[in-house]
């Protein structure tokens, strides 16, 4: 009769650890064996050796690594962008409220239709908003950061034309 594996991460009493899993454990020791937090090209590669990485591979993630670096920077802008843009708008909102209910209180309640018609598109325009950006769908969130990131680099190649074409200052 068969043995019975209860575990199935044991196959002949040795642990089988997801890719994930062995990643994220190897990431931790190597962080906990080099004291200042950091490893030189050389330590690296030791490393890789060891690991039976080879240099190629190494290579080829740490280019990788270098897209993928300026990308999550990108990323952060763009969220703390959107973030304070609709903290903005809810400012703005907030702000013109206050004052519309508070001209509505003395002028004696007689443009209430107008606080209707001025906040519930507003209203339903932030909470979108709101949805957008604190719930954001993956999707829609990545065209949104493309789009964005493709007005960034337009940016930055017509302001370098524009310096180009001035000359130095």
């Known amino acids: 009769m068969g043995e019975l594996i209860m575990d199935p991460y044991i196959k002949d009493g040795d642990f089988l650890y997801p890719a994930e899993?062995?990643?994220?454990?190897?990431?931790?020791?190597?962080?906990?064996?080099?004291?200042a937090g950091e490893l030189s090209r050389?330590?690296?590669?030791?490393?890789?050796?060891?690991?039976?990485?080879?240099?190629?591979?190494?290579?080829?993630?740490?280019?990788?690594?270098?897209?993928?670096?300026y990308e999550i920077a990108d990323q952060r802008i763009f969220d703390r962008q959107r973030k304070q843009r609709f903290h903005h708008g809810l400012a703005q909102f907030s702000i013109f409220g206050g004052f519309l209910l508070v001209f509505n209180a003395l002028t004696g309640g007689s443009v209430t239709w107008l606080l209707y018609?001025?906040?519930?598109?507003?209203?339903?325009?932030?909470?979108?908003?709101?949805?957008?950006?604190?719930?954001?769908?993956?999707?829609?969130?990545?065209?949104e950061f493309?789009?964005?990131?493709?007005?960034?680099?337009?940016?930055?190649?017509?302001n370098g034309l524009v310096r180009r074409f001035l000359g130095p200052s």
């Open 42 to 69: 050389t330590q690296l590669l030791e490393i890789a050796e060891e690991l039976g990485i080879s240099a190629e591979t190494l290579a080829a993630a740490e280019q990788e690594w270098d897209i993928k670096k």
């Open 21 to 35: 899993d062995a990643q994220q454990i190897l990431s931790l020791a190597i962080a906990r064996q080099t004291e």
């Open 146 to 158: 493309q789009r964005w990131r493709r007005q960034q680099r337009m940016r930055r190649a017509l």
């Open 117 to 143: 018609l001025i906040f519930g598109p507003w209203g339903l325009k932030l909470t979108w908003d709101a949805w957008r950006i604190y719930r954001p769908n993956e999707y829609s969130y990545t065209q």
